[in-house]
């Protein structure tokens, strides 16, 4: 149980284009989802956490308009990159809560390569 | 200081030994706490989670928890060379969960 998805898995884009990620979790409704950027050899970074209907909170320094969130649904959130420019490529991962104890059961990640 | 601190390692332990991973946390409210594994170039995986003070088992993995001290250890016994990856604490405090950022454990054959 607890799985979530991601899709794609990586993706390579023209620098200026706009480019979505989905997050699914499978077989569970998530309460909240989150998205976290990770460099190379770096640790995590919250972007921000989205509920279900309603806006997404974003962490200090995350661009809200260049970064769209949308939580669509208790199994779908997307992350969208606006006009991406190759300082944006990064590994992306989604996570989404469920539960009393809200562990958080991360995607698979996706590899965003802007060119 | 950080929220979550871990010694970034790397942790190095023969094949076999016991791995002791250790966490601090700064916030005194914090309810639950997590250890995640993350292998190179993929996702973090939740592999314990503790709630309350005392010692948590499952399979070779065991978490310690010491509420008063601000403390969380993960054990991981008899180490094998597919556990090194770097490992992830997590401590939540309603709905925020706040990250270390990974102490890096090889274990070597």
């Known amino acids: 149980g607890a799985v979530v998805s991601q899709h794609p898995s990586w993706v390579i884009c023209k620098s200026g284009t706009s480019v979505k990620i989905e997050c699914r979790s499978l077989?569970?409704?998530?309460?909240?989802m989150f998205w976290y950027r990770q460099f190379p050899k770096q640790s995590l970074m919250l972007m921000a956490t989205?509920?279900?209907?309603?806006?997404?909170?974003?962490e200090q320094g995350v661009e809200k308009d260049k970064f769209l969130i949308n939580h669509a649904s208790l199994t779908l959130s997307t992350l969208t990159v606006t006009s991406a420019h190759p300082e944006d490529s990064s590994f992306y991962i989604c996570?989404?809560?469920?539960?009393?104890?809200?562990?958080?059961?991360f995607g698979p990640g996706t590899r965003l390569t802007v060119t | 200081q950080k929220e979550v601190e871990q010694n970034s390692g790397p942790l190095s332990v023969p094949e076999g030994a016991i791995a002791s991973l250790n966490c601090t946390y700064s916030d005194r409210g914090s309810q639950s706490f997590f250890w995640y594994r993350q292998y190179s170039g993929k996702s973090p995986e939740l592999i314990m989670s503790?709630?309350?003070?005392g010692d948590k088992e499952d399979g070779r993995f065991t978490a310690q928890l010491n509420k008063a001290s601000q403390y969380v250890s993960l054990l991981i016994r008899d180490s094998q060379p597919s556990d090194s990856a770097t490992y992830l604490c997590?401590?939540?405090?309603?709905?925020?969960?706040?990250f270390g950022a990974g102490t890096r454990l090889t274990v070597k054959p």
């Open positions: 077989d569970f409704q998530a309460t909240t």
């Open positions: 996570s989404a809560t469920t539960g009393t104890y809200y562990e958080q059961y």
């Open positions: 997590a401590v939540r405090r309603n709905n925020d969960m706040r």
């Open positions: 989205s509920n279900e209907g309603s806006k997404a909170t974003y």
């Open positions: 503790i709630y309350s003070n």
